[in-house]
């Protein structure tokens, strides 16, 4: 029985997860979570996890959370190629870093943007005010920032010469807020080459069915706008705009 993962690709970290299982030739099964339903705070699927959040991997009866537990879980399983998740200690080192980083930094300051520019005015109608919008950006620019000053310096990926696990984790990131029309590559040529680089190594149309989705928000929107705001998006756009 092949892999089940539970993705919504709206989601960053079900898109490292999709995209590395498609580049790597892993056999898997499609579990669809439509989180801006609440499907996530359903009874089917807390069956599958209790943390309420996506991507889940279900192997069998061993079922795991967390993206970056899941992509190595893939990684071993499979042996998939080194490069992906080097066995040379400092180049392992290195994407470890890099995943260790951008859980409080990149993935913290591009979704905030996300939210603010593209899910919060789409449900409260009214856009975040500017302040907030101001600091958000501000927070975002610096971290990109560092991201090309530390993290890429001036390799062709962030552990030198191969794409790893640490590109895809932050290519998905960095696509966030770009779904919501911030170019955030406009200005930025370096790191506009990473990104096409990283694009051509997985391939072009998978990187491009991965974020189908998160390009397309008007279908967010839709689901949004048609619905009851679930419980969730309540408390969280209260938490928001605290
Ligand atoms: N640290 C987790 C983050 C998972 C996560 O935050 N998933 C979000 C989507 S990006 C989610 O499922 N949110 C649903 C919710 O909070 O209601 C990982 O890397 O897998």
Redesign the pocket.
């Known amino acids: 029985m092949p892999l089940e993962l539970f993705l919504?690709l709206h989601?960053?970290?079900?898109r490292s997860v999709f995209i590395f299982a498609k580049a790597a030739n892993i056999p898997f099964e499609y579990k669809a979570v439509v989180?801006a339903s609440g499907e996530?705070?359903g009874d089917e699927f807390a069956k599958i996890s209790i943390v309420?959040?996506?991507?889940v991997m279900r192997d069998g009866d061993f079922i795991l959370?967390?993206?970056?537990a899941i992509l190595m879980y893939m990684v071993r399983k499979f042996g998939t190629p080194d490069h992906w998740y080097p066995a040379d200690l400092q180049k392992r080192a290195r994407v470890d870093e890099y995943l260790a980083w951008q859980?409080s930094n990149m993935r913290a300051h591009g979704?905030k943007v996300f939210w603010f520019r593209g899910v919060l005015p789409m449900v409260t109608g009214e856009p975040v005010p500017k302040e907030k919008m101001d600091s958000a950006l501000e927070d975002l620019n610096m971290t990109l920032k560092l991201f090309e000053e530390k993290f890429l310096q001036n390799n062709p990926y962030i552990i030198g010469e191969q794409i790893s696990l640490a590109d895809l984790v932050a290519i998905v990131e960095i696509m966030q807020p770009v779904g919501t029309g911030l170019d955030v590559f406009e200005g930025r040529p370096a790191l506009s080459a990473w990104r096409d680089r990283v694009k051509k190594a997985v391939g072009e149309a998978l990187f491009d069915e991965a974020h189908k989705v998160i390009m397309s928000p008007g279908d967010l929107k839709q689901t949004l706008t048609g619905q009851e705001m679930p419980e969730?998006l309540k408390i969280r756009v209260q938490k928001m705009f605290i």
């Open positions: 919504d989601s960053q970290p079900c989180l996530q705070y309420r959040k996506v991507p959370t967390e993206s970056t859980h979704s969730f």
